[in-house]
């Protein structure tokens, strides 16, 4: 179920999940991220982001995405 929805500056649509799901929508390509990739917030309550840099939040704590070289950095 989906929980939140971004357009982030790129033009980028950003979808938050419960169970640390993350999608992006990235011109004709869809992108998924989850707890494999590191993501692990738990739901995803909000997400914000300035140009390549995503910060997701959620009920676990906060992760910071680097699109350009698809690395999280945990922020807890």
């Known amino acids: 179920m989906m ?3 971004f357009t982030d500056s790129l033009g980028r649509v950003w979808f ?3 169970k640390s799901q993350l ?3 990235d011109g004709g ?3 998924r991220f989850g707890p494999s990739d ?3 917030v ?7 982001g300035r140009g390549s840099e995503i910060w997701i939040g959620g009920e ?3 992760e910071h995405l680097i699109m350009d070289v698809s690395t999280y ?3 807890r």
């Open 60 to 62: 676990l704590g906060l």
């Open 73 to 75: 950095r945990c922020c």
């Open 3 to 5: 929980i939140v929805a």
């Open 16 to 18: 938050g999940y419960t």
């Open 38 to 40: 590191g993501l692990r």
């Open 29 to 31: 390509r869809v992108l």
């Open 42 to 48: 738990g739901t995803i309550e909000a997400i914000y």
């Open 23 to 25: 999608a992006v929508l």
